[in-house]
T-cell receptor, first 117, second 112 residues
């Protein structure tokens, strides 16, 4: 069964510092990969999506992620953290057993990002 | 353009009761998925519907069921509630099953 591993349940950075959130997936077949963000008491917002068109994916709010097949990784980065980036971030992969449908996602456990002034 | 609307936002039920949660997708969206979010298990897939047909189902007991209506609105039902069913239930919709999914704000269910 596929799985998604997010290294670090909590990450703290200073405002203006680089944000790096790590995600590794278990599938040998490049699936669809996603990063979502969740603010307190809200649903999930799609940050970016990898669909094999390009290995470097740019998303909203200055975030980007690079797909590395050899490392089965899809780490999320942002060059300069802002206070408004404080939230929980989830990496997800579409389940290949369901014909590539993106309606069935397997999520990582999430990483809470804190941004210090 | 209205987003995905989930009602109610908060719900408190007693163990053994049943509950129905509602999801109104973005207008024109035909695909609806449901997820359960708990601190212990994280986000887990429940069901996926497309044009009134259940296409996929996650690994949940039969007490969890759902349906989708002709206007794409969806409901999920949980019967014989258990304390462990306390969670945030999220609904997401998309125009097709290959597009990005937009999530609602969720229904927070507390079972006492």
């Amino acid at each position: 069964a596929q799985s998604v591993t997010q290294l670090g349940s909590h990450v703290s950075v200073s405002e203006g510092a680089l944000v790096l959130l790590r995600c590794n997936y278990s599938s040998s077949v490049p699936p669809y990969l996603f990063w979502y963000v969740q603010y307190p008491n809200q649903g999930l917002q799609l940050l970016l999506k990898y669909t094999s068109a390009a290995t470097l994916v740019k998303g909203i709010n200055g975030f980007e992620a690079e797909f590395k097949k050899s490392e089965t990784s899809f780490h999320l980065t942002k060059p300069s953290a802002h206070m408004s980036d404080a939230a929980e971030y989830f990496c997800a992969v579409s389940d290949e057993n369901y014909g590539g449908s993106q309606g069935n996602l397997i999520f990582g456990k999430g990483t809470k990002l804190s941004v210090k002034p | 353009k209205a987003g995905v609307t989930q009602t109610p936002r908060y719900l408190i039920k007693t163990r053994g009761q049943q509950v129905t949660l509602s999801c109104s997708p973005i207008s024109g969206h035909r695909s609806v998925s449901w997820y359960q979010q708990t601190p212990g298990q994280g986000l887990q897939f429940l069901f996926e519907y497309f044009s009134e047909t259940q296409r996929n189902k996650g690994n949940f007991p039969g007490r969890f069921s759902g349906r989708q209506f002709s206007n794409s609105r969806s409901e999920m039902n949980v019967s014989t509630l258990e304390l462990g069913d306390s969670a945030l239930y999220l609904c997401a919709s998309s125009l097709t099953d290959s597009g990005g999914y937009t999530f609602g704000s969720g229904t927070r269910l507390t079972v006492v």
